[in-house]
């Protein structure tokens, strides 16, 4: 069996995935140790003490493998290496060790669908004829029309127009994303291998799981005529059958997966990312029999609305209970506005659009946004399961929407035509401190700009501040390892207020959360554990939760 050169943060747990409070870090935004204005693996490895005092369980580690960043790190060029701005796999190897000791495990970026088009096989591909075995690595077609001038299908790019490109020779390459992104062909062993081999390579340096990018579009109907799909992963069939996204087959690999997972002692895990709407499907990825996990992102699409919160809390545990996954539960992540601004948008009003607007149309109101957000994430770290917290949300970091911009990177921005802003707005780096050029970020600036107002919501600025977001998520994350309801599997709603939802975890503990507008009452004898923002007298003001020692447990006292 393969050992690794860092032992496990603790006693060997097959399933602390199940609970674990996983942060995730986007590497190039975190923290930049050589002051080049790119955050990097010295920079992680120099706040994994931040992290631990944080009490987060694992940390998920967005891409740092070699890349020439047409897409954020999304396109790799070595799945087995770390790109040289960021590191070496010494570093890596230093942070996988700094974290064992600290007692946080380390989760990885597996990005199966895609390779850049400077990956060694891709330009081998270029470099190779039609019908050549180079080619079939990817996904190659003559084109349809006069003299193949048109594209082989109308499949379309997650990130604006065709998701074929056509080289020199007149064939055309698929791409779901962006041009320099060409799809892999999951029907090819050597990918299959490839791929396997890949996951047990960071597995034996101690990587203790792995969250899959777009896990539900590997497999594809590749059979001549290719067929219609111009819609995405928004209307998918619910029998497999979809020509590129959910496909049955794709259950197949990660069968194999697991296979693979349970060679390591513990076995290692994995979370699958699908951004279609979640339905009787999804939880197929979470069985035990293949990757055990995977996001819903219900509640990041969610309104602020009780009626939409308690649909999405019962339809997850209806599927993962079928499945026998772990639930996940998730409000921010590197891919969409931070819940800190998205939640303060009004009803009928596009995130895209207000994105699109500089963040002017409508102007936010930064406390309702922050009181919302501190609300939304003491709801959802009471819930059992694992909770996945995105960097910065816990110093209640806003959405950035006025990045000027001929400063913008993401490929969505060009590719459609400057109709979608993209995800750089969440993406900006980190300010760990009240002043400086980059407000402690690195010495050497920033590579996104950032707002005035970051100092002000620093770490520094936080740190030991009674209310602030960050103790808030501290104390939160103290007495959600510590009190012994939220250490059960146990659920169950219980009455509450018109408008409000409440449910109690175990052992006389309560979650109330106020989403009617008014204040309501707070249950006779209830002791308070924890308010996400301050409570009126023996009252809970609108847009709050609160945490309630309630019955037999109000006598336990505060953890």
Known sequence: MPTSPTSSPAAPD???????????????????????GLGDLGGLLSRLPYLAELGVDAIWLSPFYPSPLADGGYD????RDVDPRLGTLDDFDRVVAGAHGLGIRIIVDIVPNHTSDQHPWFQEALAAPAGSPARERYIFRDGTGDDGACPPANWVSHFGGPAWERVDDGQWYCHLFAKEQPDLNWDHPEVRQYFKDTL????????DGFRIDVAHSLAKDLSHPLRDQPTLDRMLPLDGTDPLYDREEVHTIYQEWRQVFDEYDPPRMAVAETWHPANERTWLYARPTELGQVFDFSLLKSRWDRDQFVAVIDQAFA?????????????????????????????DTDPDAWLLADGRHPVLDPRLGLDRARAATLMMLALPGSPYLYQGEELGLPEVPDIPHERLQDPVWH???????GRDGARVPLPWTRAGGSFGFGEGGA???QPEHFGELSVEAQDGVDGSTLELYRRALRIRRGHPGLATTDFAWAEAPSGCLAFDRGAGFRCLVNLSGTEVPLPAGA?????????????????RTVWLAVGAGARSGDL
Request: aromatic share 10%; charged share 20%.
């Open 527 to 543: 002791q308070v554990l924890l308010a996400s923002s301050p409570l009126g007298d023996g009252h809970l003001p609108p847009d």
């Open 200 to 207: 047990r390579f960071w597995a034996d340096r101690g990587v």
């Open 415 to 421: 590719r459609t035509g400057h109709m979608l802003k």
């Open 14 to 36: 097959p399933d602390w995935w199940r609970t674990a409070v996983v942060y995730q870090v986007y590497p190039r935004s975190f923290a930049d140790s050589d002051g080049d």
């Open 76 to 79: 790799i060029s070595d799945y």
């Open 447 to 449: 590579w996104l700009p």
């Open 319 to 347: 599927g993962h209970t079928g499945a026998g996954g772990g639930l996940t539960w998730v409000l921010s992540n590197h891919d969409v506005p931070r819940h800190a601004s998205r939640l303060a948008l009004p009803e």
